[in-house]
């Protein structure tokens, strides 16, 4: 079981590190690399085609702008791929990353999450890894207890 981390540019990593952090809390393998789907398309191909055969389990894609990047790995790759709309410096207030992504044809889906939103994105592959590894799924139920406990101590310290 590992997620790929994969990015569109070296300045969409402070994004998309929040999706690794996760991944190491749930102690999932994670690999990490930049493939551009406007840069570097014969690499996308390659790792498109090609993620599957080499133990990865779900793809993790974020891009920012006009955001190709985790439409053109779904439309390639059998796996699942989760796609993380970056706000970039050359966005429209990341609506155009959103968007990008958002919109895929039918036949081609991209789970999206939250403008920035890597580390959803990293929870999202640790669930999905977790319904076929009771292992993974333990860590998502003691995760979850956790937020719920971290709210209600907030609750109660309101009232103190």
């Not at 207030?93 to 959803?120: H, Y």
């Not at 640790?126 to 995760?143: D, F, P, R, T």
Request: net charge neutral; aromatic share 4%; glycine share 8%.
């Amino acid at each position: 079981m590992k997620v790929a981390i994969i990015m569109g540019s070296i300045s969409d990593m402070p994004v998309m590190q929040e999706a690794i952090n996760i991944l190491k809390e749930f102690n999932i393998e994670t690999e990490v690399d930049i493939v551009s789907a406007h840069r570097t398309p014969e690499k996308l191909f390659d790792f498109s085609k090609n993620a599957h055969n080499r133990g990865i389990s779900v793809i993790i894609a974020g891009a920012g702008g006009a955001a190709h990047l985790p439409g053109m790995v779904a439309s390639m790759s059998p796996l699942p791929v989760i796609g993380v709309p970056v706000k970039s410096s050359n966005s429209i207030d990341g609506w155009d990353s959103v968007l990008s992504i958002l919109q895929m044809p039918g036949g081609v889906p991209v789970a999206t999450v939250a403008l920035n939103g890597a580390k959803n994105a990293g929870i999202l592959a640790a669930q999905i890894i977790g319904s076929a590894n009771k292992e993974v799924l333990q860590k998502i139920v003691n995760y979850k207890e956790g937020l719920k406990q971290a709210v209600l101590k907030a609750s109660d310290d309101l009232k103190s």
